[in-house]
């Protein structure tokens, strides 16, 4: 089961308004919610686990690197998300609820991170049973007082602001992805930056095009 949907890249980019929020460069992890049973399970975008002690150490021998990320989860989002879909109308009538967080650290790389850095848990999307993912300008609204990514633009999707984003004119440094629509026209794209392209090239060399968009 793939949690989390592949993000099309720039070519599949429509032409309407978007909230672009700067994409940052960590690991994608699900973390699923139920109104009886609170936090229950976690994985990455392709597995799942229990999150129990025993979920939390068959996840960390499977994935050598984000041990800390239930720790970081449980330390910063658990509890302020858990209050936030239980006591705001608009998740009133939600029972099961996917939150998608990016752990990452100062010196995280395409999907590698540094051991003992310093890691935190970034809330980007969150997806509800029988609704689909909560739009941008609500998610903003709802979730913003929560540790997110940086909105950098909300307008008019354009090849401009594409090319803008590659040459580095809004400072992020791995790209942005840019979301519109609602419901079953909600739709996403991602675009990246040319010095993240170099920086690719460099570390994987033939192989940079799979770590692209």
């Known amino acids: 089961m793939l949690h989390y949907p592949k993000i099309p890249g720039s070519s599949a980019a429509p032409t309407c308004r978007c909230v672009a929020f700067e994409k940052l460069d960590g690991t994608n992890l699900h973390w699923t919610w139920d109104r009886d049973f609170g936090w229950h399970a976690f994985g990455t ?7 129990t002690p025993d979920g939390e150490a068959a996840f960390a021998a499977a994935h050598p690197g984000l041990e800390e990320a239930a720790p970081v989860f449980r330390a910063t ?17 939600f029972a099961a609820v996917k939150a998608f967080t990016e752990f990452l650290g100062p010196n995280s790389f395409a999907g ?3 051991p003992g850095d310093p890691k935190r848990a970034v809330l980007f999307d ?28 909300t307008g008019k999707l354009t090849g401009t602001f594409l090319e803008a984003v590659r040459t ?3 400072g992020v440094s791995e790209g942005v992805v840019c979301k ?8 996403m794209v991602k675009v990246k930056t040319y010095a993240y392209l170099e920086r690719l090239k460099k570390s994987f060399g033939a192989k940079w095009g799979d770590y692209w968009e």
């Open 112 to 114: 590698a991170h540094v």
């Open 180 to 187: 519109g629509g609602a419901g079953a026209d909600a739709w």
């Open 77 to 93: 989002l658990a509890g302020p998300l858990d209050a936030l879909l239980r006591a705001h109308p608009a998740y009133a009538n």
């Open 168 to 170: 580095g004119k809004y």
């Open 45 to 51: 975008r392709r597995d799942e686990f229990n999150l």
């Open 126 to 153: 969150v997806w509800a049973d029988g609704y689909g993912f909560v739009p941008p300008h609500q998610f903003v609204a709802d979730f913003g007082h929560l540790p997110i990514p940086r909105v950098v633009y």
